[in-house]
């Protein structure tokens, strides 16, 4: 827009038979610089400014001392505000990077296929600009088989962030060394007790669900605490699977009322649809919810463009989200070639 101004300028004083009162419009162009240029141009097209101001020819009203003082101030404080700018847009470059990082250590992108297994997840946090919230998934290969775990923690955005990061460092930790799913939700359930401990008058508590894959990947084992099961899509139908749910994580009734899971069989080609409060209770202007058993049964594709699609289908439902939307689909994979 600087330059653009410039030309104009100048082109419309060189084109005119009569001198034209049009110099003021010059003023404008340092501050304009400031938006898009750093110091050096901004500080050039200032002098542009001047020397335009100064040349007989442009006739632009023939400027005075005040004028010209008043054009080289602005032309020099835009120069000090640029650098001031140009500085700060570089550190909140930086800054920008090191939390993008630090956010995908917590929650690094999900792999094609875990053993197995092959994943497809989605994830959108309610808050702006952020990649992790108050929604988590993980699929992690372990000594017992493949492990995976989809959750809702209390709340949403940065400040759910630290939970979101406790409750997946157990998870991962689980894996290794916990004999089943109901074990390892009861691990997590531990590990917010204790975090909870830690806080006075917290109410820190989260919902789950945990599955493991079996030998072969032809039966998996469901557990859910405190959110429904996961969606079987198979020969183009979506049936919720009936599957426990028992209390919320953190709550502290792991001991008194253990986790129960169901086991369910798979066959080739089926698929397993999981998704957070985002959308199942995602509302249009109406007020009705989100119809997922009935959208997503008509929607063909792999496993990325699955997610893919419903998450289209779901914005243009429900435009104005309000929570974070999770999706994570799992399936068996076929033997890898040897």
Do not use: K
């Amino acid at each position: 827009m600087p330059v653009v101004l410039l030309a104009g300028v100048c082109v419309a004083a060189l084109v005119s038979p009569d001198p034209l009162d049009i110099g003021f419009l010059l003023g404008a162009i340092p501050p304009l610089a400031v938006l898009s240029y750093g110091p050096l141009a901004t500080a050039v097209l200032g002098g542009l400014v001047v020397v335009v101001l100064n040349v007989p020819a442009l006739r632009l009203n023939n400027p005075g001392n005040t004028d010209l003082l008043t054009v080289v101030f602005v032309a020099a404080l835009s120069v000090l505000v640029s650098f001031v700018r140009s500085r700060r847009d570089a550190q909140l470059v930086t800054e920008r990077a090191v939390a993008e990082a630090a956010q995908r250590a917590v929650a690094p992108p999900l792999p094609e296929r875990v053993a197995g297994v092959r994943c497809a997840g989605l994830y959108r946090a309610a808050q702006s600009g952020t990649l992790v919230g108050g929604d988590f998934f993980d699929v992690r290969e372990g000594p017992c088989g493949v492990r995976a775990v989809m959750g809702d923690v209390q709340g949403h955005g940065l400040s759910a962030v630290a939970t979101v990061a406790s409750l997946l460092g157990a998870f991962r930790e689980a894996v290794l060394d916990r004999p089943d799913p109901e074990s390892v939700a009861a691990r997590l359930d531990r590990r917010l007790v204790v975090d909870s401990a830690a806080v006075r008058h917290s109410e820190l508590f989260a919902t789950a669900v945990v599955l493991e894959f079996g030998a072969g990947s032809t039966a998996v084992r469901i557990v859910a605490c405190g959110q429904t099961g996961p969606v079987l899509l198979r020969d183009g139908r979506a049936v919720e699977l009936d599957v426990p749910v028992g209390t919320p994580l953190g709550i502290g009734l792991s001991d008194a009322s253990p986790p129960t899971g169901v086991s369910v069989s798979l066959r080739p080609g089926d698929r397993l649809f999981l998704a957070s409060d985002g959308v199942w209770e995602a509302r249009n202007a109406d007020g009705a919810f989100y119809p997922l058993l009935d959208r997503i049964a008509g929607f063909a594709g792999d496993l990325p463009e699955l997610v893919e699609r419903v998450w289209a289908d779901l914005v243009r439902f429900a435009p104005d989200l309000q929570d974070d939307v999770t999706m994570l689909v799992l399936a068996p994979a076929p033997p890898e070639p040897r």
